[in-house]
């Protein structure tokens, strides 16, 4: 009984995540927007989008090596 409870959370935790992610790197501040996308890729590490997200961050920060790692991701 209480695991769909938990699958809704947890769907929920991601969705709020993931909108936070594309809320820093719509503002353009690159340390906040790399720093949030980290914590989210770490808290969802299966979560594709979370990756491309700090993927895209690192891109926008001229961190290429970096970018490359979180696509692989």
């Known amino acids: 009984m209480k695991k769909p409870y938990l699958l809704i959370i947890t769907v929920i935790l991601c969705l709020v995540l ?32 979370a990756h491309f997200n700090l993927g895209v961050a690192y891109l926008k920060s001229g961190m290429y090596k970096e970018a490359t790692e979180a696509f692989k991701q």
């Not at 993931?18 to 808290?43: F, P, V």
């Open 18 to 49: 993931t909108g936070s992610m594309s809320l820093a790197l719509a503002e353009d501040s690159d340390a906040e927007t790399i720093e949030a996308c980290k914590q989210a890729a770490k808290k969802n590490p299966d979560d594709a989008k």
